[in-house]
């Protein structure tokens, strides 16, 4: 992930973007212990402390100093350094492009290798639900078993092949030419292996100027090193599919003698037809970015705020019908664990032992305003990354959306007799959190990564001209309760601070809407609501959050779509310093994801993987995805900074259900399509579960790997040179 570490973020945002992510703290002890936990990681041999111990020191060499402050100064001085060294891309960097000039792991320690050579690819994955494939309902991690897998003879295109190194400001620029099948369905395969020390990347595609994808990386391993497949359904952008496109793929990578992980990634897309009939929106007619237009320039088009101005100028088809403005939307930096910030009133609160914290507060609301008028917001699901807290929750079982982060949804159809009123009309995307006085407002963190744009659906005639009244928007400033209490000890010192957020929304826009295919009232509604527990202890060291965000989406009008959304997160981290210096960091996170989606929505629920089943007329009504994963890890260092250890453990279950149109009652979970419950011990799946259609099938990748043996070599000490989570300006509840 972009970070304001340079080593992971040197060049990306160009220009005056850049400066902001290159302004850095390293005050914080604790932010000092997110810094060296990567520093350590780099070295760290996870499970094995015999190998630790003789492992010489790579990691460890890394200037860690039990004084907190001392290896600060050392740290910043160090990455300073880096900063300039890799101002510009390295004859290191270009170098290790060729894969026989990759760099070796050389903190791989003997006995580590002898074990690497028996080891086999550890596969990384998401849980998810099956996308459809020409030949069924197909795994979205790939792991074959479902119907068999991919038979030959498949309409595929290969967009991608491509090693990302150094990558940072050097996008993979390609040309698609659509194949000569008929299809009506594209499905992407994003497949990446990769050996050596890394951070966990992020990844954005765009066709020209419109973002269609985001996701990440997991962090690599020891050679043979880790591999993941992501499968996405991405048939609402046939409006793409059906003509050349240029592929922009952004994955900022850097490679040094000490990150050495390249991603080698390779894309193809499977173009089929299909007859399934879902309630999903047909695709649209039409797709408007609203980014910062740099495909032409062969360069990548996302906003970086507050720092841009995330403001389109638009001149609106005059035919439309109907109009969804779609948000891809993460935080990174300081604002990578937004949903940990503190107050902005007490970003010093424990200044004075853990250094300042990361503030304005932990909400965050995304607006869509058109003409300055807000038209809907996003709350956005907290993704939590594959090195984010702790890198043993993450592996091999990646958390929910960090290899497919999911857009929001806002239908803007009340807002089309406005647009389609010859005249150009602005779009702006902002970011807002919590200022110093608590009031909601634009701006704050840094480094908000956004792109919109709007699928619209034409009428048949272009000469037809859509007409109405004037959106009527009824937003009433959000409701916010905020409470916060500081426990000092009897010198004045602060010890404990606990913070309590909670923010309640509801807005409504309507309007009369007539086009050439229907005229009536449409309207557009979200009820919103966030609490956050924060309790900040032991003088700034220890964090946890206890969150709830909740909303209900729903248009109406000729088209119904409506999405209820649940995602509640509980993340307890605890950091200890003996007076040796030994340094334990311990984080148990629990998060949920339910998600019921009903009617048109743009983008593929996973339905359609399951047609013709019992229901209604399209089988189902509506989809609901409902998981939760919960894990624990630690990781360990001695004082003199010559031994670390870590280990881990997660299980998720995932449960995917259609509910029968015809909603029976007492059938509010619906019928269960797809059911998975894994689980993973020390970087090892112990247990993978999973049922299609109530019938049991096949495990998952993980635990395919598992039966050859991972068990063992894992057990024996593999799970190496682990680059935790990248660094965080802030508390180090973000390694
Ligand atoms: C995982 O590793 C830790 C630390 O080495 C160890 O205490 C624990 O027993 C291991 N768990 C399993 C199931 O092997
Ligand atoms: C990436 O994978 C491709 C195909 O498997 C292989 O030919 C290439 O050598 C790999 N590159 C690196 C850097 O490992
Ligand atoms: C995905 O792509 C990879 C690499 O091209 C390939 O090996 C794999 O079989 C594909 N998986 C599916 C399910 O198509
Ligand atoms: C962003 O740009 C729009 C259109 O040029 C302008 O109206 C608006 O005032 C700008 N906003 C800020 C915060 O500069
Ligand atoms: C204690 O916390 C308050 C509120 O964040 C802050 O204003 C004050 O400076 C802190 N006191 C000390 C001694 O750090
Ligand atoms: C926070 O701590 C740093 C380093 O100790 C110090 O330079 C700075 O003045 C402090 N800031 C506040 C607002 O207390
Ligand atoms: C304040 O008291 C705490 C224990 O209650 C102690 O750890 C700390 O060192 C003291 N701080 C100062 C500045 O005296
Ligand atoms: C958070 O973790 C600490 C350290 O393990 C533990 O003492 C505390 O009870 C935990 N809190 C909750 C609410 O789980
Ligand atoms: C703490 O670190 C020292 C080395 O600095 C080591 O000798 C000692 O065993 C460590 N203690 C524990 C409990 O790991």
Same mark, same amino acid.
């Given at each position: 992930?972009?970070?304001?570490?340079?080593?992971?973020?040197?060049?990306?945002?160009?220009?005056?973007?850049?400066?902001?992510?290159?302004?850095?703290?390293?005050?914080?002890?604790?932010?000092?212990?997110?810094?060296?936990?990567?520093?350590?990681?780099?070295?760290?041999?996870?499970?094995?402390?015999?190998?630790?111990?003789?492992?010489?020191?790579?990691?460890?060499?890394?200037?860690?100093?039990?004084?907190?402050?001392?290896?600060?100064?050392?740290?910043?001085?160090?990455?300073?350094?880096?900063?300039?060294?890799?101002?510009?891309?390295?004859?290191?960097?270009?170098?290790?492009?060729?894969?026989?000039?990759?760099?070796?792991?050389?903190?791989?320690?003997?006995?580590?290798?002898?074990?690497?050579?028996?080891?086999?690819?550890?596969?990384?994955?998401?849980?998810?639900?099956?996308?459809?494939?020409?030949?069924?309902?197909?795994?979205?991690?790939?792991?074959?078993?479902?119907?068999?897998?991919?038979?030959?003879?498949?309409?595929?295109?290969?967009?991608?092949?491509?090693?990302?190194?150094?990558?940072?400001?050097?996008?993979?620029?390609?040309?698609?030419?659509?194949?000569?099948?008929?299809?009506?369905?594209?499905?992407?395969?994003?497949?990446?292996?990769?050996?050596?020390?890394?951070?966990?990347?992020?990844?954005?595609?765009?066709?020209?100027?419109?973002?269609?994808?985001?996701?990440?990386?997991?962090?690599?391993?020891?050679?043979?090193?880790?591999?993941?497949?992501?499968?996405?359904?991405?048939?609402?952008?046939?409006?793409?599919?059906?003509?050349?496109?240029?592929?922009?793929?952004?994955?900022?990578?850097?490679?040094?003698?000490?990150?050495?992980?390249?991603?080698?990634?390779?894309?193809?897309?499977?173009?089929?037809?299909?007859?399934?009939?879902?309630?999903?929106?047909?695709?649209?007619?039409?797709?408007?970015?609203?980014?910062?237009?740099?495909?032409?320039?062969?360069?990548?088009?996302?906003?970086?705020?507050?720092?841009?101005?995330?403001?389109?100028?638009?001149?609106?088809?005059?035919?439309?019908?109907?109009?969804?403005?779609?948000?891809?939307?993460?935080?990174?930096?300081?604002?990578?664990?937004?949903?940990?910030?503190?107050?902005?009133?007490?970003?010093?609160?424990?200044?004075?032992?853990?250094?300042?914290?990361?503030?304005?507060?932990?909400?965050? !609301?995304? &607006?869509?305003? =058109?003409?300055?008028? %807000?038209?809907?917001?996003?709350?956005?699901? +907290?993704?939590? *990354? /594959?090195?984010?807290?702790?890198?043993?929750?993450?592996?091999?079982?990646?958390?929910?959306?960090?290899?497919?982060?999911? !857009?929001? &949804?806002?239908? =803007?159809?009340?807002? %089309?007799?406005?647009?389609?009123?010859?005249? +150009?009309?602005? *779009? /702006?995307?902002?970011?807002?959190?919590?200022?110093?006085?608590?009031?909601?407002?634009?701006?704050?963190?840094?480094?908000?990564?956004?792109?919109?744009? =709007?699928?619209?659906? %034409?009428?048949?005639?272009?000469?037809?001209?859509?007409?109405?009244?004037?959106?009527?928007?009824?937003?009433?400033?959000?409701?916010?309760?905020?409470?916060?209490?500081?426990?000092?000890?009897?010198?004045?010192?602060?010890?404990?601070?606990?913070?309590?957020?909670?923010?309640?929304?509801?807005?409504?826009?309507?309007?009369?809407?007539?086009?050439?295919?229907?005229?009536?009232?449409?309207?557009?509604?979200?009820?919103?609501?966030?609490?956050?527990?924060?309790?900040?202890?032991?003088?700034?060291?220890?964090?946890?959050?206890?969150?709830?965000?909740?909303?209900?989406?729903?248009?109406?009008?000729?088209?119904?779509?409506?999405?209820?959304?649940?995602?509640?997160?509980?993340?307890?981290?605890?950091?200890?310093?003996?007076?040796?210096?030994?340094?334990?960091?311990?984080?148990?996170?629990?998060?949920?994801?339910?998600?019921?989606?009903?009617?048109?929505?743009?983008?593929?629920?996973?339905?359609?993987?399951?047609?013709?089943?019992?229901?209604?007329?399209?089988?189902?009504?509506?989809?609901?995805?409902?998981?939760?994963?919960?894990?624990?890890?630690?990781?360990?260092?001695?004082?003199?900074?010559?031994?670390?250890?870590?280990?881990?453990?997660?299980?998720?279950?995932?449960?995917?259900?259609?509910?029968?149109?015809?909603?029976?009652?007492?059938?509010?979970?619906?019928?269960?399509?797809?059911?998975?419950?894994?689980?993973?011990?020390?970087?090892?799946?112990?247990?993978?579960?999973?049922?299609?259609?109530?019938?049991?099938?096949?495990?998952?990748?993980?635990?395919?790997?598992?039966?050859?043996?991972?068990?063992?070599?894992?057990?024996?000490?593999?799970?190496?040179?682990?680059?935790?989570?990248?660094?965080?300006?802030?508390?180090?509840?973000?390694?």
């Amino acid at each position: 992930m972009a970070s304001p570490d340079p080593e992971k973020h040197p060049l990306i945002d160009g220009g005056n973007a850049a400066l902001p992510t290159l302004r850095r703290r390293f005050s914080s002890p604790l932010r000092l212990l997110a810094y060296l936990f990567v520093f350590l990681a780099v070295g760290l041999v996870v499970f094995s402390r015999i190998q630790t111990t003789s492992c010489r020191g790579s990691v460890l060499d890394a200037s860690f100093s039990p004084n907190a402050v001392t290896a600060a100064k050392h740290f910043d001085h160090g990455i300073v350094e880096l900063e300039r060294a890799t101002a510009k891309p390295s004859s290191h960097g270009i170098q290790s492009r060729s894969p026989t000039d990759t760099p070796a792991d050389t903190a791989t320690p003997t006995t580590a290798t002898t074990a690497t050579a028996m080891a086999t690819v550890l596969e990384n994955f998401e849980v998810a639900q099956p996308v459809l494939m020409p030949y069924g309902p197909a795994d979205s991690d790939g792991s074959p078993g479902l119907d068999g897998g991919a038979p030959p003879g498949l309409c595929t295109v290969l967009l991608m092949r491509h090693d990302f190194a150094w990558s940072y400001g050097s996008p993979f620029v390609g040309n698609y030419t659509p194949p000569s099948c008929k299809f009506n369905r594209v499905v992407l395969n994003f497949t990446v292996v990769s050996y050596g020390r890394q951070f966990d990347r992020l990844a954005l595609m765009y066709f020209g100027d419109t973002e269609v994808w985001r996701t990440s990386t997991a962090e690599p391993t020891v050679p043979p090193g880790i591999r993941w497949v992501y499968l996405k359904d991405t048939t609402e952008y046939l409006y793409f599919w059906r003509s050349p496109q240029t592929v922009i793929f952004d994955l900022g990578n850097l490679i040094d003698d000490k990150y050495t992980g390249i991603f080698n990634t390779t894309l193809t897309a499977t173009f089929f037809h299909s007859d399934v009939a879902t309630d999903a929106a047909p695709p649209s007619d039409l797709i408007i970015p609203i980014s910062a237009r740099q495909g032409a320039n062969k360069a990548v088009s996302q906003f970086t705020l507050p720092q841009q101005n995330a403001t389109n100028t638009i001149s609106f088809p005059r035919n439309a019908r109907r109009a969804v403005f779609s948000l891809s939307t993460c935080g990174q930096a300081s604002e990578e664990f937004w949903w940990s910030n503190v107050l902005e009133s007490d970003v010093y609160a424990f200044n004075a032992t853990a250094g300042e914290l990361p503030g304005y507060s932990p909400f965050r !609301e995304v &607006q869509v305003l =058109i003409d300055g008028q %807000l038209a809907g917001v996003e709350w956005p699901f +907290p993704v939590i *990354f /594959t090195g984010g807290v702790s890198p043993g929750l993450h592996r091999p079982i990646a958390s929910t959306e960090a290899f497919d982060l999911k !857009e929001h &949804q806002i239908d =803007i159809t009340a807002f %089309l007799p406005l647009l389609c009123d010859g005249n +150009p009309h602005t *779009f /702006t995307i902002v970011v807002a959190g919590l200022d110093y006085d608590n009031d909601l407002t634009p701006g704050g963190g840094e480094s908000w990564y956004v792109t919109g744009k =709007i699928f619209v659906w %034409l009428d048949d005639d272009p000469a037809s001209i859509t007409t109405g009244s004037a959106p009527a928007i009824h937003a009433p400033a959000p409701a916010l309760s905020i409470a916060r209490s500081l426990l000092q000890t009897a010198n004045g010192t602060n010890e404990t601070l606990v913070y309590d957020t909670a923010v309640q929304r509801s807005l409504l826009v309507t309007a009369r809407v007539v086009s050439q295919a229907a005229a009536g009232d449409v309207s557009w509604s979200q009820t919103l609501s966030y609490t956050n527990r924060g309790v900040v202890s032991a003088f700034g060291y220890n964090q946890l959050n206890d969150i709830l965000i909740r909303g209900t989406d729903e248009a109406n009008g000729p088209t119904h779509y409506r999405s209820a959304y649940t995602y509640p997160l509980f993340a307890n981290q605890t950091y200890t310093v003996a007076a040796q210096g030994n340094l334990t960091i311990w984080g148990h996170v629990r998060q949920g994801k339910q998600v019921e989606t009903e009617g048109a929505s743009v983008f593929a629920t996973g339905l359609e993987a399951f047609p013709g089943s019992a229901g209604g007329k399209f089988g189902y009504g509506s989809a609901v995805l409902d998981t939760t994963k919960e894990g624990t890890a630690v990781f360990e260092q001695t004082g003199d900074g010559k031994s670390s250890t870590g280990w881990g453990d997660a299980r998720q279950v995932f449960r995917f259900a259609g509910v029968s149109t015809e909603g029976v009652l007492g059938d509010e979970l619906g019928t269960e399509l797809y059911w998975r419950s894994v689980e993973a011990v020390n970087g090892s799946v112990v247990r993978d579960e999973k049922r299609v259609a109530g019938k049991a099938v096949g495990a998952g990748a993980g635990a395919a790997a598992a039966a050859v043996g991972r068990v063992d070599t894992i057990g024996k000490g593999l799970f190496a040179q682990v680059p935790v989570r990248g660094t965080r300006e802030g508390k180090g509840g973000g390694v």
